[in-house]
């Protein structure tokens, strides 16, 4: 008989067998689906060398490396600001003052239901601004408000029992959101904030639509050029696996993060001593 647990039944070996069989399985498609796609690009020439030479030019890697710092650059400034936006909204959506609530909820409602693209766009064209001011802008409002539903629901899932054994304490509310509530709160909210940051960084793309000479923007002009047939295909085999880098680093650098937090000071559980005999008060009988 399979023995079993509280959340599901431990496999049996007819059920392991069967899975094993299945992870074949699915394992063989997924390698001829791969080597019939190998197949396509070398029947249509994807590989010929007429179409990689561009990337051995040095004017084409500067192109690249100014298109990725510029792609780097639009993320870091998004990034700070809509963390900062994302704190402000999330303290104004849990405020005891009904007009800062009702405002900060409309604020974030309305532009996380709002297209990032036809922020960028309305940014850039109507306002007339700067395509990096205007890119940064979008993102910023569409991130920051998306953050901050993320940092009232981290604050929110924290036990009602620590708000009120901090406010019994004689703490204010500032001192209890900065103290007991956050802290707690960030273990919940990392997972949910790195997932933001990497579509943040992801929509930076985005700005080769207003003409912001990001990373994609530059590969788009390498893969339209004619006199190398048009390498669409080799400028995305490049362009891919640098977002999906970049993305696995963010993901990384987050669980590090994660793990120097655990292993801080103010998390570490303390060690308590163990208990001594107590001193005998004056005219205590008791042996």
């Given at each position: 008989m399979t023995t079993t647990s509280a959340l599901y039944d431990i496999p049996?070996?007819?059920?392991?067998?069967?899975?094993?069989a299945y992870?074949?399985?699915?394992?063989?498609?997924l390698l001829l689906l791969l080597g019939w796609i190998v197949y396509v690009l070398i029947d249509t020439g994807q590989f010929a060398a007429e179409k990689w030479r561009p990337f051995e030019y040095k004017g084409i890697q500067l192109l690249l490396l100014r298109g990725l710092g510029n792609t780097l650059k639009a993320f870091a400034l998004a990034a700070?600001?809509?963390?900062?936006?994302?704190?402000?909204?999330?303290a104004g959506r849990l405020s005891d003052h009904g007009p800062v609530r009702w405002v900060a909820t409309i604020v974030v409602e309305f532009f996380r239901?709002?297209?990032?693209?036809v922020m960028i766009f309305f940014i850039f064209v109507a306002l007339k601004v700067q395509p990096l001011p205007a890119l940064v802008a979008g993102l910023t409002l569409y991130n920051g408000s998306v953050l901050a539903e993320v940092f009232?629901?981290?604050?929110n899932s924290v036990e009602r029992g620590q708000r009120e054994a901090a406010y019994s304490l004689g703490l204010r509310k500032t001192q209890v959101m900065a103290y007991v509530l956050v802290p707690q709160g960030v273990r919940a909210m990392l997972p949910a904030i790195i997932s933001q940051l990497v579509v943040a960084l992801k929509d930076t793309s985005l700005g080769f639509l207003i003409t912001y000479e990001e990373f994609l923007h530059a590969g788009k002009l390498i893969a339209g050029n004619l006199d190398y047939g048009l390498p669409f295909i080799p400028v995305v085999m490049v362009i891919s696996p640098v977002y999906i880098g970049m993305c696995m680093l963010l993901s990384w650098f987050?669980?590090?993060?994660?793990?120097?937090?655990r292993r801080s000071v103010k998390t570490e559980a303390v060690r308590v001593a163990p208990a001594e005999p107590a001193t005998m008060l004056p005219g205590d009988t008791r042996t």
């Open positions: 049996g070996p007819h059920a392991r067998a069967r899975h094993r992870g074949i399985l699915a394992a063989v498609v700070a600001l809509s963390l900062a936006l994302g704190a402000v909204l999330a239901a709002m297209p990032v693209l009232r629901a981290g604050v987050a669980n590090w993060v994660a793990k120097r937090e």
